[in-house]
């Protein structure tokens, strides 16, 4: 299977997470035994390593990733629902690590939005000394272009001359319209531009917050809520050697839902179960 990335910031990532991590490879058990998390690893045909930082990008991205598992279509389904439980319990022991708060805390500062470089608008005085500085720049710098030109294309440019010249007696003038409008414009674009920094930072806070346990909490609640939408009871058909469903709106469903189904009821009821009991214990 190929590995699934997804780019920085929180605003374009699914939700799933590692609900979706375990049990989509969880479908394919075989019988289940009494087994140690290495031997959950070994089934899966993944290093217990890989299995931790698929966790671990899991729930970071929320999305799944399951990049490294070999056995999975060779395991057969059978007693989802009790390994199931065994790797959510592992998944608990995980994100409770100080490696997986440390990751959090690192992604969690990476994420946060930079503030504007310009939180003062510049005073009327300010721009005022800026366009005379940029206007006698150009002028001397049109003129000295002039004197390197045929008379034909000179005597064009020197309306461009005059104009600038216009524009300097316009901007000594203490009552410079111009210049009023200049630091309008400036005191709106340096408030527009602080607003969308305050807005970018509560988005960053709701998707970062500083506890990382209602950031566990939130992918839990993302699952949850998109499980439950899931008709479990959806009849497929066959179209052209692919299943489809029968009802075409469900054909339309995002990758994550339509996983949530193939894992089943008996999979997905516990792991819900699991996941409102893991928010509770994040209160």
Do not use: C
């Not at 990049?67 to 059978?78: M, P, T």
């Not at 002028?139 to 010249?165: H, Y």
């Amino acid at each position: 299977m190929q590995q699934k990335k997804i780019k920085y910031p929180l605003l374009y990532i699914k939700t799933l997470g590692i609900f979706l991590t375990l049990f989509i490879p969880a479908t394919f058990f075989s019988s289940y035994t009494t087994k140690t998390f290495a031997d959950i690893w070994q089934q899966l045909g993944i290093s217990k390593e890989a299995g931790m930082t698929n966790i671990r990008e899991s729930f970071m991205n929320g999305y799944l990733h399951y990049y490294g598992v070999k056995n999975v279509r060779d395991i057969l389904a059978n007693d989802r629902a009790a390994i199931a439980k065994d790797l959510i319990s592992y998944s608990k022991q995980l994100v409770n690590s100080e490696t997986f708060k440390k990751q959090y805390e690192t992604e969690r500062n990476g994420a946060k939005p930079v503030a504007p470089d310009n939180t003062r608008p510049k005073t009327k005085e300010e721009i005022r000394k800026e366009k005379i500085a940029e206007t006698q720049k150009a002028i001397t710098e049109t003129e000295a272009g002039i004197k390197k030109m045929t008379p034909e294309i000179a005597k064009s440019l020197q309306g461009v001359v005059e104009m600038f010249q216009q524009n300097l007696k316009e901007y000594k003038d203490p009552n410079s319209q111009m210049i009023e409008l200049f630091h309008q414009g400036e005191v709106m674009n340096v408030a527009s531009s602080l607003k969308n920094h305050e807005q970018r930072v509560k988005e960053w806070e709701k998707a970062y917050p500083a506890d990382y346990r209602q950031f566990v909490k939130a992918r839990l609640q993302k699952f949850i809520s998109l499980a439950k939408t899931v008709d479990f009871n959806a009849e497929l058909k066959i179209v052209n050697g692919k299943r489809k469903f029968v009802n075409p709106a469900y054909e339309g469903k995002p990758d994550d839902w339509k996983q949530i189904f193939r894992a089943g009821q008996e999979v997905i009821t516990p792991a819900v179960q699991a996941a409102e009991q893991w928010i509770k214990e994040l209160q």
